[in-house]
T-cell receptor
Framework: GNSVTQMEGPVTLSEEAFLTINCTYT??????LFWYVQYPGEGLQLLLK?????DKGSNKGFEATYRKETTSFHLEKGSVQVSDSAVYFC??????????FGPGTSLSVIP | DAGVIQSPRHEVTEMGQEVTLRCKPI?????LFWYRQTMMRGLELLIY????????DSGMPEDRFSAKMPNASFSTLKIQPSEPRDSAVYFC???????????????FGEGSRLTVL
């Protein structure tokens, strides 16, 4: 079945630093790929998505490109802010309308 | 529009007591999911419903856990009897159906933090 792996955290960065959170997947075919974000004390929310190979999803300054050659969907942001401190989950469809989430990567941005 | 509404936000109870968590999904969403989140195990799917019918409850950890969805606007997750290892944040999420292999966006509630002493 489909699965996703993402880099272990926690990640601590200074404000305005460049962010990369790695995500790789195993899947049959070319499924849609997602990044969800969970801010402290809240539920998860969709950050961005890509529906086919070579697509780039973007939102709130974050970007991720669907790379079928490397089966990757790395999350990037050029300049992080304190307000980006959260847990980030890579995800893809599972069987029967389920969504499979990675373990999450905690990001702390310090002023 | 109101999002997914969960109650209670916080629950502290003693071992052996019954716990009932409640969820109101977004109107028009056909799917409802119950997740559990802990530091040790991360985010786990417990059970999900489609049009009020349970589709997959393989994630329900034990018979002590049960979930119902009596109508399209309400679902409960019950733990009876509760144990300290059930302490976690329980999330409810709802979504529209998958269209052309693209699952509907999941909308999560703010969660119910359960502490069993």
């Amino acid at each position: 079945g489909n699965s996703v792996t993402q880099m272990e955290g926690p990640v601590t960065l200074s404000e305005e630093a460049f962010l990369t959170i790695n995500c790789t997947y195993t899947a049959t075919g070319y499924p849609s790929l997602f990044w969800y974000v969970q801010y402290p004390g809240e539920g998860l929310q969709l950050l961005l998505k890509a529906t086919k190979a070579d697509d780039k999803g973007s939102n709130k300054g974050f970007e991720a490109t669907y790379r079928k050659e490397t089966t990757s969907f790395h999350l990037e942001k050029g300049s992080v802010q304190v307000s980006d401190s959260a847990v980030y989950f890579c995800a893809l469809p599972g069987s029967y309308d389920k969504v499979i989430f990675g373990p999450g990567t905690s990001l702390s941005v310090i002023p | 529009d109101a999002g997914v509404i969960q109650s209670p936000r916080h629950e502290v109870t003693e071992m052996g007591q019954e716990v009932t968590l409640r969820c109101k999904p977004i109107s028009g969403h056909d799917y409802l999911f119950w997740y559990r989140q802990t530091m040790m195990r991360g985010l786990e799917l417990l059970i999900y419903f489609n049009n009020n019918v349970p589709i997959d409850d393989s994630g329900m950890p034990e018979d002590r856990f049960s979930a119902k969805m009596p109508n399209a606007s309400f679902s409960t997750l019950k733990i009876q009897p509760s144990e300290p290892r059930d302490s976690a944040v329980y999330f409810c999420a709802s979504s529209r159906p998958t269209i052309r292999d693209l699952p509907g966006e999941l909308f999560f509630g703010e969660g119910s933090r359960l502490t069993v002493l």
